[in-house]
């Protein structure tokens, strides 16, 4: 059974960069994208971006300047960049895998990790 | 981008009665696109439907989806006690973008 962990910072300078990690275990990264979310009371469930086993990756529009998502299958671990942070990027961070062949949903999560953006 | 309101904002009912929810979109949403999540507090969303009637691995035959078009419905036929949580709809669209509803919080 696939089981998701996030890792990383609990709380970020403002203007920095947020870096997260999702370790992946019970299973392949292979022939899977994998995916950021994020959740604020303010703006609900938030679609980061995705990362496909091959290492083709999709973002939000809206933030896909500040956005990097990478892939390391031999640790089976992926990870969030997300540049020049402000309070509004306080949230819980989740990490999730985007759906099986023919599934347009995240069907594993992570538990979630939060991240607070303060000086 | 496509925007999804769910409603109602909440929802009260009691176990055993049947829940209705709605989600409906700004634009047209292709059936396979179109998922269903519960989420309790502390937990991470739970995948309960997706591609509009499918339901996920592990999810009672209480839960049903329906819908076409812009409109869409979550049907749970007779609430359960671990029932009552946050519920969103989700649609994968243009520029292969995912987003979410506001949520239908479920309370006794």
């Known amino acids: 059974q696939v089981q998701l962990q996030e890792s990383g910072p609990g709380l970020v300078r403002p203007s920095e960069t947020l870096s997260l990690t999702c370790t992946v275990s019970?299973?392949?990264?292979?022939?899977?994208?994998w995916a950021w979310i994020r959740q604020s009371p303010g703006k609900g469930l938030e679609y980061l971006g995705s990362?496909?086993?091959?290492?083709?990756?999709n973002y939000n529009p809206s933030l896909k300047s500040r956005v990097t998502i990478s892939l390391d299958t031999s640790k089976n671990q992926f990870s969030l960049r997300l540049r020049s942070v402000t309070a509004a990027d306080t949230a819980v961070y989740f990490c999730?895998?985007?759906?099986?062949?023919?599934?347009?949903?995240?069907?594993?999560w992570g538990q979630g990790t939060t991240v607070t953006v303060s000086s | 981008e496509i925007v999804l309101t769910q409603s109602p904002g909440t929802l009260s009912l009691s176990p055993g009665e049947r829940a209705t929810l709605s989600c409906r979109a700004s634009?047209?949403?292709?059936?396979?696109?179109l998922a269903w999540y519960h989420q309790k507090p502390g937990q991470p969303p739970r995948l309960l439907i997706y591609?509009?009637?499918n339901r996920a691995t592990g999810i009672p035959d209480r839960f049903s989806g329906s819908g076409s078009g812009t409109d869409f419905t979550l049907t749970i036929s007779r609430l359960e006690p671990e029932d009552f949580a946050v519920y969103y709809c989700?649609?994968?669209?243009?520029?292969?973008?995912?987003?979410f509803g506001q949520g239908t919080k479920l309370e006794i």
């Open positions: 999730a895998r985007d759906g099986i062949s023919g599934v347009f949903a995240m069907d594993v």
């Open positions: 019970g299973g392949s990264m292979n022939s899977h994208f």
């Open positions: 990362i496909y086993s091959n290492g083709i990756t």
């Open positions: 634009q047209t949403v292709s059936p396979m696109h």
């Open positions: 591609g509009t009637s």
């Open positions: 989700q649609q994968y669209g243009s520029s292969a973008m995912y987003t």
